[in-house]
């Protein structure tokens, strides 16, 4: 692979797909369920930007365990198995190793943010991408495969690898793409998020391979591109930036419009 440009590995939730009304909402009605307290879009990014609060079940648990301890709440903790089937209620509205025709749930909301003709472009542009995801399998897998018709790209999603910001699971499938193990002499790696905890991960990757070049993309998650959100934004992509985010995009198709260097956005 002599002529790879380098290998582009992306994020699916707020990224390849907005999910403000479907996994956002999910965990505003999970909350809302155990507290009648529905938090706000931005007390869930609050929680984000902490960087370790990838997984939506444990960021779920966490707001449930903050509103108690805050309020005062005489109400109990739940368990994480009962949080995950009120989640999985809401969001899939069914059997998640069922038929998706037959799911009722958030998951029909949500407008993509790129089509299949995005990745057709990477490819003839010299790169090699996959996919690295805290998403449930079903969840990636009906985006990706169904909604985007792509077939069987390289892809980790929740339970395959450690959750983010571990790079174990964007090590693996950047390996994959690149056909050897990563290090000196191979063309960058980049990885494009829209929280903390993926940038996060992209700098954990250096530590571990530091011999390698790897890449931190960032963009802003879909909820905070509307006129009335510019402050918001600003704020967000700031704390992208301090994270260690290599890159901020205005939108994920910079990375088609513009002639990428991967090369360049080192630090």
Wanted: negative net charge; aromatic residues 8%.
């Amino acid at each position: 692979m002599s002529d790879l440009k380098g290998v582009l590995l992306f994020d699916i939730d707020g990224v390849i797909r907005d999910v403000t009304c479907s996994y956002r909402l999910a965990i505003q009605e999970t909350v809302a369920h155990f507290t009648n307290w529905h938090p706000t879009i931005q007390d869930i990014d609050h929680l984000k930007t902490e960087g370790c609060w990838n997984n939506d079940w444990d960021a779920s648990t966490e707001l449930i365990r903050r509103y108690i301890f805050t309020n005062r709440a005489s109400i109990q903790q739940p368990d994480i198995q009962e949080v995950i089937r009120v989640f999985s209620d809401f969001y899939f509205g069914g059997d998640p190793d069922g038929d998706p025709s037959e799911w009722k749930g958030f998951i029909h909301n949500e407008p993509l943010l790129v089509d299949h003709a995005f990745f057709s472009q990477l490819t003839l542009k010299g790169f090699a991408w996959g996919f690295v995801s805290g998403a449930e399998s079903p969840s990636a897998k009906f985006v990706i495969e169904r909604r985007l018709g792509l077939k069987r790209p390289p892809l980790i999603s929740m339970g395959e690898a450690p959750d983010k910001p571990n790079p174990e699971g964007l090590i693996k499938v950047a390996t994959q793409l690149a056909g050897k193990s990563l290090g000196l002499g191979l063309p960058p790696v980049a990885y494009l998020g829209d929280t903390v905890a993926d940038v996060i991960t992209v700098k954990k990757a250096r530590e571990n391979i530091p011999d390698q070049k790897f890449v931190s993309l960032a963009i802003a998650p879909p909820h905070l591109h509307g006129i009335d959100h510019i402050s918001s934004r600003k704020q967000y992509e700031d704390l992208l930036k301090s994270a260690g985010a290599d890159r901020v995009l205005n939108e994920i198709n910079d990375l088609i419009k513009h002639e990428l260097n991967l090369d360049q956005l080192t630090k």
